[in-house]
């Protein structure tokens, strides 16, 4: 028998987003892969230019291609890319990983274009896939993926979570930074730190898959991996993806004081709940601002006491958000907040409590942002499990959830003039209170006063809840087309870049 290929080809679709930069998930599951002897391709979407002929001309030679991607928009360029793969052989495998087949694994494996899934966490899970395809050996002991015989789908035993400790590190010498860097106008890479959230939120899918159990790096090992990979790669900036940052204090403290000790010369920015960053006292805070934090972004998610309960937020008080706000800005860190609307059980009262709340954050702390995304179902999470009796439809086919995209999201009861005029309001908060993407801000001087001025009538619209003839979104539309801003190679829909958002 010819011994097959030791090439694995990754594909990562467009998320559809100014935010450019390497694909964690997929620099984890490398390094086992490149420790066994294999070799990886990584072709992202984002950043290839003719994405499609590049995979079709790296597989050629390939073992196999495996693709990562979430819920949503993603699914579009990877069920473009399977089809084309496999029209070009029919017997290639494809491959999928991350959190949408990790929910839904078997309705994933029932396209008939996709060959295997990976359940949760990839690292082990995949190399052994790997393993198993070069040999043509069948893979029903593998724990954690699914598979196809015979056109039967075989789901495999669960695979047991690994701490983050005992995870290998990510193999970020395949990024292409400066392609990123082209791309978005800034050098930045994501890092993780820890797993889990003791949360639970009821829209949230991190429990069904981590169960709740934080677990975290220690802070010797932050220090040293963060100072070594923005010095290695030029990085200015590290966004650190954990849930939940902040759970462990002393760890936060810790990794402040070893930061500044090492001298560390770069930004980062962290996701945490507001009651633990409202933990912080005034000094750590600081701390944590000479260690080079610059951005704590905060699952808000509502103005209505009714509606966080709902959520199963009740770990998060309106004190807490505000001491939080004031605490971040008084260390000058930018805090970012998250809204969530037409949550289920959201009314016309809860959502105009939510807007008058956000006003009066922005009004008393200037500096403060708020990021808005429209309530979207996902599988796995607790309000799912509802889903019929709120009416929503459940795609019976993966390529069924790719319209499933907060920033367009239409539900049973937010459609046809309600979902348009929420998307209006959500445009004017965006011109009403400066926001801080990731990707650089090219406007001219004058282009910003100009949308500086559009805040104002903007302001006092949000504050009378009226929005007809949006004149100040025309003219900030122009505003924008005669900027050279950065637009994401694939846009969902040719909406507005949406950015920084944050899972809590
Ligand atoms: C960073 C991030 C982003 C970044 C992505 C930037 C980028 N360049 O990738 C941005 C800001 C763009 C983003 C956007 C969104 N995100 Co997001 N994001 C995250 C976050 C915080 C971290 C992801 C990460 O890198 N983790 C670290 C890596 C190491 O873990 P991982 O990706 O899970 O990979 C592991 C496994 O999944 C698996 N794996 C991953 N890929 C592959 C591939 C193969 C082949 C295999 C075998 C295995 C495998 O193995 C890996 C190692 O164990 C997660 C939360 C989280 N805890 O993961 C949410 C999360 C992924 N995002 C989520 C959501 C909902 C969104 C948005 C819809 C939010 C929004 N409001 O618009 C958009 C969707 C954009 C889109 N693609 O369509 C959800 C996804 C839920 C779902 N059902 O898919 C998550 C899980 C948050 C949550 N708790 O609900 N996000
Ligand atoms: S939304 Fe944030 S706080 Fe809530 S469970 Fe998910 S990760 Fe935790």
């Known amino acids: 028998m010819t011994p097959r290929s030791k090439k694995v080809v990754f594909f990562f679709p467009s998320f559809a987003s100014t935010e450019a930069t390497a694909p964690l998930g997929i620099l984890a599951v490398a390094t086992p892969l490149l420790r066994a002897g294999y070799s990886v391709t990584l072709i992202d979407s984002t950043i290839t230019p003719n994405f499609k002929k590049r995979v079709l001309e790296e597989v050629r030679d390939a073992l196999c291609l495996a693709i990562s991607l979430v819920t949503g928009p993603m699914i579009r360029e990877t069920v473009e890319i399977a089809r084309a793969v496999k029209s070009w052989n029919p017997e290639f495998p494809i491959i999928l990983g991350g959190w949408h087949p990790s929910l839904l694994p078997k309705q994933t494996l029932e396209a008939p274009f996709l060959d295997i899934v990976v359940r949760g966490q990839g690292e082990d899970a995949l190399l052994e896939v790997v393993q198993h395809l070069e040999e043509r050996a069948p893979m029903d002991l593998v724990p954690g993926i699914g598979f196809k015989r015979d056109r039967r789908l075989f789901l495999t035993t669960e695979r047991p979570l690994k701490p983050i400790v005992d995870l290998p590190p990510k193999a970020y010498h395949l990024a292409d930074f400066d392609a ?40 010797e090992q932050f220090v040293e991996e963060t100072v070594d990979l923005t010095r290695r790669y030029g990085l200015e900036m590290l966004w650190v993806v954990d849930d939940n940052f902040l759970v462990d204090l002393d760890r936060a403290r810790l990794i402040g004081e070893g930061l500044v000790r090492a001298g560390a010369d770069f930004k980062w920015s962290i996701q945490a709940t507001t009651n633990l960053t409202a933990r912080l006292m005034p000094e750590d805070v600081k701390l944590l601002r000479r260690s080079g934090l610059h951005q704590i972004c905060q699952g808000v998610d509502s103005g209505s006491e009714k509606i966080l309960k709902l959520m199963n937020k009740t770990f998060q008080d309106f004190d807490s958000i505000y001491e939080s706000a004031a605490r971040c800005l008084q260390a000058g860190i930018r805090p970012s907040f998250n809204i969530i609307f037409a949550y289920p059980g959201e009314g016309k009262r809860e959502r105009r409590q939510t807007v008058d709340f956000m006003m009066d954050v922005c009004r008393r702390f200037p500096g403060a942002e708020f990021w808005t995304n429209i309530f979207t179902p996902y599988p796995g999470s607790p309000i799912m499990e509802n889903a019929r009796e709120l009416g929503i439809q459940v795609p019976d086919s993966f390529e069924g959830w790719s319209d499933f995209f907060p920033r367009y999201t239409v539900l049973p009861w937010l459609n046809g003039r309600e979902h348009k005029r929420l998307q209006v309001m959500r445009d004017y908060l965006r011109i009403a209170f400066d926001r801080v993407p990731i990707a650089l801000d090219t406007r001219k001087r004058a282009t910003r006063i100009a949308q500086k001025l559009l805040s104002f009538p903007a302001r006092w619209r949000l504050d009378h809840d009226i929005y007809a003839l949006p004149a100040e979104l025309w003219v900030n539309n122009k505003l924008k087309r005669k900027s050279p801003i950065f637009k994401p190679a694939v846009d969902a829909k040719r909406l507005e870049p949406a950015v920084g958002e944050a899972a809590c």
């Open 180 to 219: 990123y860097e082209r791309s978005c106008g800034r050098r930045w890479a994501m890092y993780i730190s820890s797993l889990a959230c003791p949360f639970n939120c009821s829209y949230c899918t991190n429990a069904g898959v981590y169960g709740r159990k934080w677990n975290a790096l220690p802070p």
